[in-house]
């Protein structure tokens, strides 16, 4: 019996980044338009929101920068991005 199992990879669909980054953005945009139209939420809310906003595209960023990473061949770049 061998110590080792073979894992089968996911598929990309379930390995994708982009619908979760999308879908995200799209949450923190739809919050921060009701927030700063109805000013729901009190003073900090509108900040909030603008801050998730943020990482939003931090994380963005920072998907696009490893992926163009791997595809150039970059030592440090995380494996599994397509």
Known sequence: MPDTVDV???PRALRAPEPVIV?????WLVAT???AITD??????LTICLVGLGVGLL??????????????G???????LD
């Open 59 to 72: 994380g963005t960023t920072i998907v696009l920068v490893q992926r163009a990473g791997v595809r150039r």
């Open 23 to 27: 879908v995200g953005m799209v949450a």
């Open 40 to 45: 729901l939420g009190g003073g900090n809310a």
């Open 8 to 10: 089968p990879e996911l």
């Open 33 to 35: 338009v009701v927030v």
């Open 74 to 80: 970059a030592r440090g770049a995380q494996e599994g």
